[in-house]
């Protein structure tokens, strides 16, 4: 078995020092204590909250090192190492709630004005020889129009899917149906 221990070089004073040190207050115990009686969280948040208990050093803490976190929890010493990195540059928010993409990995294709150019476009009368729209004759008359450069019938329904209307009903969505009674 192979064991390491991720630790800053030893200095002539002190024989091995951990770079990134966790001191919980209270308060931080507490909340930590709370994500896992709870038990309803992802289990990675509450892997790393149990890191992180086991990692404090401030008073009435556990203070393991990396390598006795890894083996009592069956997970690696570098994601010790990593959840400790983190409480102390980001804390204790930025271990247990993950970031949020700042933009999307691919731009929408209907921006508002375009959304509802193809909302009017299904609420209009279908062509020649068609009873209604369907999804693929949408995406297909959006590229004719110039509205977008390219559509997939998928894009289209779920585009439409957030709205009320319906390419296949008469109404199209512009007003609500009114309620029957039940007997």
């Given at each position: 078995m192979i064991r390491f221990c991720l630790v800053q070089p030893p200095t002539e004073t002190k024989m091995c020092e951990k770079r990134y040190v966790v001191k919980l207050t209270k308060e931080e115990k507490e909340q930590l204590n709370e994500v896992l009686r709870k038990g309803t969280s992802p289990a990675k948040r509450q892997l790393k909250a149990r890191i992180l208990l086991k990692a404090n050093e401030a008073k009435g803490g556990a203070g393991w090192n990396d390598?006795?976190?890894?083996?009592?929890?069956?997970?690696?010493?570098?994601?010790?190492?990593?959840?400790?990195?983190?409480?102390v540059e980001e804390g204790l928010d930025g271990v247990l709630n993950r970031k949020k993409r700042a933009t999307p990995p691919i731009?929408?294709?209907?921006?508002?004005e375009k959304e509802a150019r193809l909302i009017q476009l299904a609420c209009s009368?279908?062509?020649?020889?068609?009873?209604?729209?369907?999804?693929?004759?949408?995406?297909?008359?959006?590229?004719?129009?110039?509205?977008?450069?390219?559509?997939?019938h998928s894009t289209v329904g779920k585009v439409l899917k957030k709205t009320c209307s319906s390419p296949i009903l008469k109404n199209n969505g512009s007003s609500r149906r009114k309620p029957t009674a039940r007997l």
């Open positions: 390598t006795q976190i890894a083996e009592a929890f069956g997970t690696y010493p570098i994601m010790a190492y990593r959840t400790r990195q983190q409480y731009a929408p294709i209907f921006d508002g009368e279908p062509p020649k020889g068609q009873a209604g729209w369907s999804l693929r004759l949408l995406a297909n008359k959006v590229v004719e129009l110039h509205i977008v450069d390219k559509a997939s």
